[in-house]
């Protein structure tokens, strides 16, 4: 006899990240959905021993092993959904836990809704709040209100039908590759629907500063995106900047230029510099004073002047 | 066996805090005829409070003070009952110490694994670079099992020849 199909294959792709990986492993272990109706499906390009892991974790998950260094998340999500068995596919990731019900809420919704995405809420995971709280470089993902504009993969189901017609996951979307896949699915018609009680907890991950700055490199590439889907300006403040602390952060580097124009008067001797630094701060304040006060009478006066 | 075989080990018991693990196992090296004695932090320094309200796994600050003990005391093997305490055991070695062994006073929960910064790296770097890691209890085991996908030995706290036997095949091996 034929064993029963899965009606849920959950994809995970995983880089270099054994611990954490065998830690959603063991939340999934705890899920209230029975074992009979989901498989699945790892795919990792790690060096560690990611393998002995899934090898022998009690889940006995599939796996797909890649040439170490060739996977970048798409092309592990594609190699992932491509050797699923089910009609829908959940995609989590490596450093994420997910509560004991999310994968039953995800069917529930995917259910109540056939044929559309269905998007579940991200918290940054609260074992590891204190991090989050103190790190100054920590990072997480938080959507606490889906469906939201960045689809993330860590916590998302799409029936496979639709993976299949879309042609999977764009490899050459080295970041951002969740937000096209999604966006691609939007011009196609297809809804994302929220299932807010799907909650998967993300991990938050501190970083030193030169950490960071390697790994925000990648973000490079969302120009990429963008340029495929110029629609996707339309979420983006003043459509242009990526989020709103990009706006501040490229406000504030236009103040404190001007106050560097502004310090010229005190002259180039290394005592006029030394003033000028000092003044900075002074200068700044007083540049926002101005400007504040410029609004307010724009407002009083219905005619924008800055 | 050689009479250097037989000869007490000094071993130093790394541990920040007087726990009851730590005094078990201290009384049953030394009532086995071993040199053992418990190195930990004194007292709270300001900066430990200041790391510890920025989100550190505390303490940290008695890393120096107990690697410069242990280079003093001339010790064959450093036991470590914590992530930090490896982590000072560790610098010993790497300054031309003994043996460093690893046993986590506390059986490792997905709570506290990851719950403030440095948690995890120190846990992972005393997994992969300790010369032994051992659960004193069934509990530690299991949960080292499950939570780090490590199967390690189970040595109780008060088993003074199964600890001398380890140690003396970890410095056996770093001859």
Known sequence: ?306 | VTAGERAPLRIALVHHSSGPVAAELLQALRTAGHRAEVLGARGVPPVEKVLRYRGFATPLTHVPSVVAALRRGRYDVAHALSPQDALAALLWRRRGGGAVVFSPAEPPSRETLADRRLSLRLVQRALDESDAVVALTDTTRAATARWLALEVPLIEAHDAAGWESLYRELLARRR
């Open chain 1, 1 to 306: 006899m034929e064993a029963s199909r899965p009606e849920v294959s959950v994809v995970v792709p995983s880089h270099e990240r054994g611990t954490r990986l065998r830690w959603l492993l063991n939340a999934l272990e705890e899920q209230t959905l029975p074992r009979s109706q989901w498989e699945l499906v790892v795919v990792f390009d790690s060096t560690d021993d990611t393998e002995e892991l899934v090898r022998t974790h009690a889940l006995a998950p599939r796996y797909v092993r890649l040439t170490p260094g060739t996977g970048t998340a798409s092309v592990q999500r594609n190699a992932g959904w491509r050797a699923a068995h089910a009609p829908l596919i959940a995609f989590t990731d490596d450093d994420c836990r997910p509560e004991p019900d999310w994968l039953e809420r995800l069917l529930d919704a995917a259910h109540a809704n056939p044929g559309a995405i269905v998007q579940g809420a991200t918290r940054p995971d609260p074992f590891e709040s204190d991090a989050m709280k103190w790190a100054p470089r920590a990072r997480s993902i938080e959507e606490n209100d889906p469906p939201g504009p960045h689809a993330q993969t860590c916590n998302i189901l799409y029936p496979r039908a639709l993976i299949e017609s879309l042609g999977g996951f764009d490899e050459r979307a080295v970041a951002g590759e969740d937000v096209d896949l999604s966006l691609r699915a939007r011009s196609a018609g297809r809804s994302i629907v929220a299932a807010p009680e799907a909650v998967a907890y993300h991990a938050v991950e501190s970083h030193t500063l030169p950490g960071i700055v390697r790994q925000n490199l990648k973000w490079r590439y969302l120009a990429y995106l963008v340029s495929r889907h110029p629609e996707f300006r339309r979420t983006m403040p003043l459509r242009l900047f990526w989020d709103e602390e990009h706006l501040w952060t490229a406000t504030a580097m236009v103040g404190v230029l001007g106050a560097v124009r502004s310090s010229r008067r005190r002259g180039r001797s290394r005592q006029g510099r030394v003033t000028a630094i000092a003044e900075m701060p002074g200068q700044a304040v007083r540049q926002a004073a101005e400007v504040l006060g410029m609004a307010a009478g724009s407002v009083r006066h219905r005619t924008l002047v800055l």
